[in-house]
């Protein structure tokens, strides 16, 4: 089946600890995003990804990275610079088509949690 | 700044009946927009787009409207059923294929 891909679906981390948040997507997106959601709250954009190799900040980018190696994976590492890292965390992607702006399709997100 | 709103956190009805959740915008230029429904815990599902150059898009059970005169969506949904409980986003393009998204309505749906 194609689609998106998060693991793990929950993860708890130590305060200080980095963790790193999987995405894959067999859909031949282009464009990858990380969004974190907080209880009763919108999504927020954390960073994303028009092709292979580059990425950009998104509103709150502080605290965490991200790569771009495969077009298939665009994975998320929470650092210990995110002050408050316990929320959803959402990963999308779309075309890039000449067509315009296409809808974004997400994964099953992964709760974390610090503890 | 532009934004995207929704008029109300929460809507109960009774199984059978129609539902419609609202949704406002501000920014003139958007030309996109989405549907998405959210059950717990789980990532957002596409119900149903809408592109500016339309006022109107039906889909299975539901029907998303568009008034760019007053900047306002709206997804009904018909007969609504318990499955259609979750949070309903609505989100809107600002920029090349950037989404802003609404805070997201409640569904609940009584037997």
Redesign the interface.
Known sequence: DGG?T?SPKYLFRKEGQNVTLSCEQNLNHD?MYWYRQDP????R?IY?S?IVNDFQKGDIAEGYSVSREKKESFPLTVTSAQKNPTAFY?CAS?N?GQG??????????T?LTVL | GESVGLHLPTLSVQEGDNSIINCAYSNSASDYFIWYKQESGKGPQFIIDIRSNMDKRQGQRVTVLLNKTVKHLSLQIAATQPGDSAVYFCAENNAGNMLTFGGGTRLMVKP
Do not use: N
Not at chain 1, 40 to 43: V, Y
Not at chain 1, 100 to 109: A, C, L, W
């Open positions: 998106i998060q464009a009763g709250q919108g999504l954009l994303y028009q959402l779309t890039t315009g702006v296409d809808t974004q399709y997400f994964g099953p997100g709760r």
